[in-house]
């Protein structure tokens, strides 16, 4: 409870992200790119990520309420116009997964009352469970709405006998009351991270990977190190023709299809989608 | 025809008269004996109703504690909150509650410093009805709380892991404002009641004597603590009204600094203030139509009174729709077309019905006030005023809900989230929790202010027979400069 400490709590939750060279120097920024294209809604992600993170099923009638817990979701939409016309408008189907998008410019960061969620240094917005109140502030400001609140004590009941022991022993099983939401798989990254320490490198690109893009059938999703210029992701960022710390990208020629999700709200997400390219008359 | 003209000073009398009162603020039978004996009789035997009052208030509170330890017990779940509907009818209530305490200030504290001396015999359960609002805003910050017995986090407190809460969050603003305005309308409270409880000590027996005399710190009424009592009440007065201002402004950057459609508006603070101000005066006037009845307060909750009381409330209430209206105006013909949408969305969605009810309630029922009847009946009159509270409360309902069902991100927009049964049973237990706190009060402690009624009748007094002496001397004609003028 030092002064001292008090500037420098205040001060991390002041600055302005994104700055300049932010990532420069750091050995790690984690960044996701999701193909549209690729993405054919079967929900594989969803499943992998409810194993790896202990996600509770809720059931029918709270899932009804909407009181589900998937961290990743898969966003179904009906494509409008000429597509519903057409004779089987299914093609007019698309599926969007939807997690959190570890936004530079966090909109839940600076409204939590008590600094449960923070900037991490690789660049993840995290939260303490231990520090939660349960305000949902965060989840308020959220534009996405990817946070999800402990709304039921699941550990009472979400893993009936021998349930219990299919949890990850990595990933804290959540009480009631506390916000949670997708980490990047936070537990599989400390590991690694850890191990590459011991032995004195940095990660190599595809040595750790989320559970959702580990699961993908159609390898829609790319989970990898910004900060590493010869990773997949930040080559597909470059080619893409996006950048972190812009909130309006500029493409040099139409077709390019890569954008982010309410980048007008300045948020800086870290998740890069690629738009569909579909082909009605086929 | 005459050609006599008019003398002067009789014309200069009907100017003089012109600035008399019709009416005067207290009847002339009021006197400083009568005043203590009425004030001090409403500590001993109300009207029976008072007791058919607290009791259902003690039943309502009763049923919103079994909806809280219901929830307690069950997680937040069984108030049927969701993804996007993450704060429901607990932050509504919460605002409404909130803004209730703001008029308490407006009239003991504001009103005391420009000298209105028609605030003298209401604004002691105006003061109370503050503290009391404000106790019950702060249960709804714990009740909406995921993990309320982790409140404490909230404040700066000191503690072994070295961490302090997060002072870029407006909600950090809120729990240090409401506990400032909290602390200082108690204090406030308390210290304009001093020589009352003195009042009381010397007139009471058993263990109401021990309260009274614990409470009123051994005042004496001397000169000296007079003057040191003026000058501190003044003190606490010019402290008290900025806070005020302050508070719900702070509470208004909940929504303001957030970038949800719909709360994203720059006029927010003055909005909330005066929505703040307009339904704590709605909340005075029925507060005055039944303690007047409850406690036999006749003599000192006159029309006069509540004609002021009510001119204040419809001009607030003027200017509360002139803001509300200009918001709808920026949202509508501003560039944030989601903002547009949203609001849209409130008139003609899912939630169309609270918001015409609001717009009936807190904005066409006002005009009601205009006609006579209304302000000379009293069943009449506390009827609107519950309706104008109601729609006050139906404006932060509408505040809320629409704003997360149709935000940013379409996957998320819900048609049709209604609160379960146990949001319903915590926000009528608030206001049983709210009504039992206050006759319990009224019950203990002088609830008119004698020691000010008292000035007030003195003034009046005063007043009177200055003015006898004036018009005499007029009619006389006896003035030197009435001479001047006739020659």
């Known amino acids: 409870m030092s002064l001292s400490n008090l500037i420098q709590n205040w001060n991390s939750f002041r600055t302005r992200r994104p700055y300049e060279g932010q990532y420069d120097d750091a050995p790690y920024k984690w960044a996701m790119v999701i193909d549209l294209d690729a993405c054919i809604g079967c929900n594989a992600c969803t499943v992998a990520c409810y194993a790896e993170n202990n996600l509770p099923v809720v059931g029918k009638e709270r899932f009804g309420k909407g009181q589900a817990m998937h961290w990743i979701r898969i966003e179904r939409y009906w494509g409008e116009g000429e597509a519903m016309q057409s004779e089987f408008p299914d093609h007019g189907a698309q599926y969007l997964p939807m997690l959190c998008q570890q936004c530079e410019a966090a909109p839940c960061e600076p409204v939590c009352p008590v600094g449960a969620t923070h900037h991490s240094p690789d660049g993840l917005n995290t939260q303490v469970y231990n520090r939660c109140v349960g305000s949902r502030y965060c989840s308020a400001n959220c534009p996405y709405k990817v946070r999800y609140f402990n709304w039921w004590n699941y550990p009472d009941r979400a893993w009936p006998n021998p349930l219990e022991l299919q949890l990850n022993p990595d990933v804290t099983v959540r009480s009631k009351g506390v916000m949670e939401k997708c980490t990047f798989c936070m537990q599989r990254l400390r590991a690694g991270m850890d191990k590459a320490k011991t032995e004195g490198r940095i990660l190599a690109d595809g040595e750790v990977l989320t559970a959702c893009a580990q699961a993908c059938p159609t390898s829609a999703i790319t989970f990898g190190n910004l900060s590493d210029k010869k990773s997949k992701v930040a080559r597909t960022w470059k080619n893409q023709q996006v950048d972190l710390s812009k909130n309006v990208q500029e493409k040099s020629e139409e077709g390019i299809r890569g954008y982010r999700i309410l980048e007008d709200l300045n948020t800086y997400p870290s998740i890069v989608y690629l738009e569909r390219v579909r082909n009605l008359e086929a | ?487």
């Open chain 2, 1 to 487: 025809m005459s050609h006599s003209v008019p003398s002067r000073p009789q014309m200069d009398v009907q100017v003089e008269r012109k600035f008399v009162p019709k009416q005067k603020d207290l009847g002339a039978d009021v006197t400083w004996a009568k005043i203590n004996k009425d004030v001090l009789r409403s500590l001993e035997k109300p009207r029976p109703v008072f007791w058919v009052i607290f009791f259902s208030a003690l039943a309502l509170f009763s049923f919103g504690v079994y909806c809280e330890v219901y929830q307690y017990q069950n997680g937040m779940g069984v108030s049927d909150l969701n993804n996007p509907q993450v704060w429901g009818l607990y932050i509504a209530t919460f605002i409404f509650w909130i803004g209730m305490g703001h008029s308490g200030t407006l009239l003991s504290a504001l009103l005391h410093i420009i000298h209105a001396d028609w605030r003298k015999p209401i604004y002691r359960y105006s003061e109370a009805m503050t503290t009391f609002t404000l106790l019950t805003a702060a249960l709804f910050v714990l009740v909406h709380m995921g993990r309320l017995w982790q409140f404490y986090y909230v404040v700066a407190y000191p503690n072994e892991r070295w961490t302090w809460p997060n002072f870029t969050s407006p909600l950090v603003w809120d729990a240090t404002a409401i506990g400032t305005y909290l602390t200082s309308s108690l204090l406030f409270l308390y210290m304009g009641m001093i020589p009352d409880l003195a009042i009381c000590r010397d007139n009471a027996r058993g263990a109401r004597r021990a309260l009274y005399r614990f409470l009123s710190m051994g005042w004496q009424g001397t000169d000296r603590q007079w003057a040191n009592f003026k000058v501190a009440y003044m003190t606490m007065a010019c402290f008290l009204m900025p806070l005020a201002v302050s508070v719900h402004s702070i509470v208004s950057t909940d929504f303001a600094v957030s970038q949800n459609p719909g709360w994203h508006v720059t006029s927010f603070p003055p909005y909330f203030v005066l929505g703040a101000l307009y339904s704590g005066c709605s909340g005075i006037i029925t507060l005055f139509i039944v303690l007047r009845y409850v406690f036999r307060f006749e003599a000192y909750m006159t029309q006069p009174i509540l004609n002021k009381l009510i001119k204040m409330t419809f001009a607030i209430a003027m200017v509360w729709t002139y803001l509300d209206l200009i918001e709808y105006a920026t949202t509508w013909y501003g560039s944030d077309e989601v903002a547009k949408a949203d609001l849209v969305y409130r008139a003609t969605g899912d939630y169309a019905l609270q918001f015409w009810g609001m717009i009936f309630c807190a904005m066409v029922m006002p005009f009601t006030l205009l006609i006579r009847f209304v302000r000379h009946n009293y069943t009449t009159l506390l009827i609107i005023s519950l309706i104008l509270n109601v729609g006050m409360w139906l404006e932060r309902f509408q505040i809320i809900t629409p704003t997360f069902a149709k935000s940013h991100y379409p996957w998320t927009w819900t048609a049709g989230w209604w609160p379960s049964w146990v949001q319903w049973g915590i926000v009528a237990g608030s206001f049983g929790w709210f009504t039992m706190l206050f006759m319990l009060y009224c019950k203990i402690f002088p609830s008119v202010s004698m020691y000010e009624v008292k000035e007030m009748v003195h003034e009046q007094n005063m007043e009177e027979k200055a003015h006898a002496t004036q018009v005499e001397v007029h009619e006389a004609g006896l003035l030197p400069e009435m001479k001047g003028g006739q020659a």
